[in-house]
């Protein structure tokens, strides 16, 4: 019985969040932010290793 509740309210519950994603920009970008900042940090940190690199290959 109480599994029964228990999978049924996670279904409802996913099934809730699935669809305020689908139809709510706003909310969809809020979620996905922390991706971008993400991708942004490694980009920047890639970027930084090579202008290092290039630096230190023209000290040698």
Do not use: N
Request: glycine letters at 6%; hydrophobic letters at 40%.
């Amino acid at each position: 019985m109480i599994t029964t509740i228990i999978v049924w309210g996670s279904l409802i519950c996913a099934a809730l969040y699935c669809g305020a994603w689908l139809f709510s920009p706003r909310l969809r970008q809020q979620i996905e932010q922390p991706k971008h900042q993400f991708q942004h940090q490694v980009q920047h940190f890639d970027s930084a290793r090579r202008e290092a690199g290039t630096q230190e290959g023209a000290q040698s």
